[in-house]
């Protein structure tokens, strides 16, 4: 409780609500709760979650690591070490958690990847781009619907740099940024951690 309070800011009946479901997703996960704990309060303060909104985060992560395969605390460490150049990108707090456990999930390196959206936000800033979401888009388009494997390799070269360029079209085109479905439950979370914690109890 004292943890809690301290690194959220929370109290009363919010302190106590988010707390048991912090030892709630350590006994179904196995997870270590002071672990996961200073894990998630990063990526809830690097997010600007409200504590009104911590409640529902909580259950966003668990739907996420069920989905994907991907632990609460590594997908909440990957959200505040990459949360920035997505925020910069449109990205919100259920597109990020989704893409990343995505990436887990499919295998996709996310320090790459993350360090090739660094380069190509930074190419579109020097070229004068104002909406760095829309040319991202166009961009992720263009490599998706080139014709050949060679031609969406130069295009994702031309865009996130010679080193992760070929990685980047390889994932764009099979698919590992379609996360449509996982955002849909994301938004549909509510109460997860209860749920399951219910679910999992024995006599």
Same mark, same amino acid.
């Given at each position: 409780v004292a943890s809690v309070n301290t690194r959220l800011g929370l109290t009363g009946r919010p302190l106590e609500t988010v707390t048991t479901?912090?030892?709630?997703?350590?006994r179904i996960t196995g997870q270590d709760v002071t672990t996961m704990l200073t894990e998630v309060s990063k990526a809830a303060n690097?997010?600007?979650?409200?504590?009104?909104?911590?409640? @529902?985060?909580? #259950? $966003?992560?668990? !739907?996420?690591?069920?989905?994907?395969?991907?632990?609460?605390?590594?997908?909440?460490?990957? =959200?505040?070490?990459?949360?920035?150049?997505l925020r910069q990108v449109g990205f919100g707090v259920n597109e990020t958690m989704?893409?990343? @456990?995505?990436? #887990? $999930?499919?295998? !996709?390196?996310?320090?790459?990847?993350?360090g090739s959206l660094r380069i190509a936000l930074?190419? =579109?800033?020097?070229?004068?781009?104002?909406?760095?979401?829309a040319g991202l888009a166009k961009g992720i388009a263009a490599i998706k619907n080139a014709k050949t494997g060679g031609d969406a390799a130069a295009k994702a070269i031309e865009l996130f740099g010679a080193r992760a360029g070929p990685d980047m079209a390889a994932a764009i085109?099979?698919?590992?940024?379609?996360?449509?479905?996982?955002?849909?439950?994301?938004?549909n979370?509510?109460?997860?951690?209860?749920?399951?914690?219910?679910?999992?109890?024995?006599?």
């Amino acid at each position: 409780v004292a943890s809690v309070n301290t690194r959220l800011g929370l109290t009363g009946r919010p302190l106590e609500t988010v707390t048991t479901k912090f030892l709630t997703l350590s006994r179904i996960t196995g997870q270590d709760v002071t672990t996961m704990l200073t894990e998630v309060s990063k990526a809830a303060n690097d997010a600007g979650v409200k504590s009104g909104e911590m409640s @529902g985060f909580l #259950d $966003k992560l668990l !739907v996420t690591s069920q989905k994907t395969g991907a632990s609460i605390s590594s997908l909440a460490s990957d =959200m505040y070490r990459y949360g920035s150049p997505l925020r910069q990108v449109g990205f919100g707090v259920n597109e990020t958690m989704a893409t990343l @456990g995505a990436f #887990d $999930k499919a295998g !996709v390196n996310t320090k790459l990847v993350m360090g090739s959206l660094r380069i190509a936000l930074g190419k =579109m800033a020097k070229a004068g781009e104002k909406d760095l979401p829309a040319g991202l888009a166009k961009g992720i388009a263009a490599i998706k619907n080139a014709k050949t494997g060679g031609d969406a390799a130069a295009k994702a070269i031309e865009l996130f740099g010679a080193r992760a360029g070929p990685d980047m079209a390889a994932a764009i085109r099979e698919g590992r940024f379609e996360v449509a479905d996982l955002i849909k439950q994301l938004g549909n979370s509510k109460g997860a951690v209860e749920k399951t914690g219910d679910a999992t109890l024995q006599f």
